[in-house]
């Protein structure tokens, strides 16, 4: 004899209890109420409590359901049943009997019932994703920890940078000031009838003028001393620097005369600045930049564009692209953000934001890297 066939409850029955989780029926009544027409086996395992005591006390699974996460299960529900969209909420619950606290998901689909008008029907899943979110929460923290101290090793570099600078300027600067000084006087000394020692001391204050001026150009790489006179001042001096060396017209523009930063983010948002100039000399191919700095509200927005030849997508993926990767780093670190976006005729508009009072390190959206900067 043939074997019978099972019919269509016995396998949705069994199709119910292998699936990992609780397989569940709610309705929302017009009146607020609540019921579970139905609960799979999983209840217990995942809310701790019998299907049948659930069932007769549904109010119970709202008060499982940790306080600081009541108002987000509610908002959903109820957004749910008056759009008849998908339920889709994850939160904690405290499971008494385990003495333990899960995060749950809920997924699930409504539909309207006919009696009594107004009543909502949802058929879904809820399933324990304790360790997912863990792992996804232990992410965040160590992403949240990075920042911070990339944010600090930021602000420590930029100290030892001004530390040194200062250190070149006063007192190597200081020592051939005064060794050009004393060449002078020895130089109007010399006998009229040796002009092989004015040559040799000719050629000796040459190398202690260009020396000089190694020491302030290396000082002012460090640290421009401009930052000093406000974040609008160096920046305008950095597009004239950049604008002399690439013979490329760089136009700025700023909203005020200054913007009052603290020193740690006006220098971390200059640094940003210098790279995207960097990133423009080297592969922008760009004949115009154009910057603008402004005050929107709560905000500075810095917005650099370029008429050259942009980036492609698989250039800006490039695991090398670390010019892209620091400033993105950089402006999150500072709280903001910086996207990358098509400037208008071509090239390439980078748009750093951040706010006038933004904790550092903050963790911020990944910025959208869209775009043609050279990477």
Known sequence: MPPVPPNIADLMQLFVSNTPGLVYQFILQADGTVSFPYLSEGCAALLGLPAAELQQHPERFLELIVPEDRQGYLDAMHASARALTGWNWEGRIWVQEYGDQKWINLRSTPRALPSPPGSVHWEGIMTNITA?????????????????????????????????????????????????????????????????????????????????????????????????????????????????????????????????????????????????????????????????????????????????????????????????RGMNERARALGGTMTLSDAAGGGTRVCIKIGLDAPPAAIMQPATETGNLSQ
């Open 132 to 324: 997912s979110k863990l792992e996804q929460l232990e992410v965040t923290r160590s992403r949240a920890r990075l920042a911070e101290l990339t944010a600090h090793i930021e602000r420590v570099k930029e100290q030892e940078r001004t530390r040194i600078a200062r250190e070149i300027h006063d007192d190597l600067g200081g020592n051939l000031t005064a060794i050009k000084m004393a060449l002078m006087m020895l130089t109007q000394r010399l006998p009229p009838d040796e002009p092989q020692l004015a040559e040799r001391a000719a050629y000796v204050d040459a190398l202690v003028d260009r020396t000089i001026d190694a020491v302030h150009r290396i000082a002012l790489d460090l640290r421009p001393t401009m930052l000093d006179f406000g974040l609008v001042a160096a920046l305008e001096w950095q597009s004239g620097e950049f604008e002399k060396q690439n013979g490329i017209s760089c136009a700025f523009s700023s909203s005020g005369t200054d913007i009052e930063l603290d020193v740690d983010r006006a220098t971390a948002l200059f640094r940003i600045f210098q790279e995207a100039l960097t990133n423009i000399a080297k592969h922008a191919r760009a004949s115009q930049v154009t910057v603008r700095l402004a005050r929107q509200d709560q905000h500075v927005v810095l917005d650099i564009a370029d008429n050259g030849v942009g980036i492609a997508e698989d250039d800006r993926k490039k695991p090398g692209s670390f010019g892209l």
